[in-house]
């Protein structure tokens, strides 16, 4: 019998503060086809989301959404990848027991000789402590933000805060990842 496609709908209700942190030379892949749906994880991203191999192939990416995450962050994704360009962020990812694990993560597209979107692909490491710390403030107030005025208020909040820091999105991301952030 053919399996239902699990989504975010199917993810743990019981989130838990059961953090997993990656170890320093981990990279978690995975590629999905042009919607999101998960076509390739390799063994630690199978690991850590908790799922068997046959429960997250197939599955949408959502499966893992952490409801932490402010949805501009997933906005952004989406604008940036669908035009053939490179993300870069942190993302909290939800495990099947309802634990959490940060990353760092980098997310492009597949093209054939064309140019036409194959799929995607997202490699993704460890985050630092420091950065984390920063992102989660950041996030908060993000979602915050959309509780009172949906994603457009979110918009307007993380623009002020990039220009208040006088730095634009690649760049904050880029300088939390290193260090050179403060
Ligand atoms: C290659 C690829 C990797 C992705 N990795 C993640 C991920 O690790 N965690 C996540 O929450 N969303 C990830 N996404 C984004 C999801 O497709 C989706 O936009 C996000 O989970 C929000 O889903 P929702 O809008 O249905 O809530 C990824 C998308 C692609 C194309």
Redesign the pocket.
Do not use: D
């Given at each position: 019998m053919k399996h239902k496609k699990l989504?975010?709908n199917d993810a743990p209700k019981n989130i838990t503060d059961n953090e997993k942190v990656l170890s320093e030379n981990d990279f978690i892949v995975?590629?999905?086809d042009p919607k999101?749906v998960i076509t390739y994880g390799n063994r630690i991203f199978i690991d850590i989301s908790g799922y068997k191999k046959n429960e997250i192939i197939g599955a949408?990416?959502?499966l893992?959404?952490?409801p932490f995450?402010p949805?501009i962050a997933?906005k952004m994704?989406?604008e940036l990848?669908s035009q053939k360009k490179e993300f870069f962020g942190f993302?909290k990812?939800?495990s099947k027991d309802g634990g959490f694990y940060w990353?760092f993560?980098y997310?492009t597209a597949d093209l054939d000789a064309k140019g036409n979107i194959l799929g995607?692909?997202?490699v993704?490491r460890k985050a630092p402590t420091h950065a984390i710390e920063e992102i989660i403030s950041l996030y908060k107030l993000l979602n915050d933000a959309e509780n009172r005025g949906g994603i457009n208020a979110s918009q307007i909040l993380l623009n002020e805060y990039l220009n208040d820091n006088k730095t634009t999105y690649e760049k904050f991301v880029h300088q939390l990842q290193t260090g050179a952030f403060a």
């Open positions: 989504t975010k995975s590629k999905t999101g949408n990416h959502n893992i959404r952490h995450m949805k997933f994704v989406w990848i993302v990812n939800l990353v993560a997310i995607y692909t997202s993704r």
